[in-house]
């Protein structure tokens, strides 16, 4: 037994320590987004400490307006001092989403565009979820073998 607690649903899983977050939680929480098409989504959800909000989400049956459903399900108005990106990566982009053919891809153009689904999903999260000076950490993937990755 790994010591979680883990709440089941249709396309997502929240996991921690201690449950999902308690009542009354302040400063410090994380908030952690696991992609299922990371080869070692289980470890890193393992790894969640008592003050990380990890949602688990499955990449081909989700979209990026359900993965902000869950996530305005799970962490309501609380903010977090920093957000993680646990995705793979295809080439210089952050694969968010999708299934064989309708992948959303995060790349630098997008960001700098300013107008798709990958950029809306991030913007949304960053302004409405994490705090003044939080950060965003994108993590296990390969983009900085990539220009493109290394911009983004």
Request: proline letters at 1%; one cysteine or more; hydrophobic letters at 40%.
């Amino acid at each position: 037994s790994s010591g979680i607690n883990a709440e089941y649903g249709e396309r997502w899983i929240i996991a921690n320590r201690n449950n999902v977050m308690a009542e009354g939680d302040g400063p410090g929480l994380k908030l952690v987004l696991v992609s299922s098409r990371l080869k070692n989504a289980s470890s890193v959800i393992s790894a969640a400490q008592s003050d990380v909000l990890c949602i688990h989400y499955k990449f081909d049956s989700c979209s990026t307006q359900s993965i902000l459903d869950m996530i305005e399900e799970r962490a309501a108005e609380k903010q977090f001092t920093s957000l993680g990106l646990v995705m793979h990566s295809q080439g210089g982009g952050l694969v968010i989403c999708g299934g064989k053919d309708k992948e959303k891809i995060l790349t630098v153009n997008k960001v700098e565009v300013g107008d798709s689904e990958e950029w809306t999903l991030l913007s949304t999260l960053i302004t409405k979820y994490v705090s003044s000076g939080g950060r965003l950490d994108i993590i296990a993937t390969s983009l900085v073998k990539h220009q493109e990755g290394q911009a983004l």
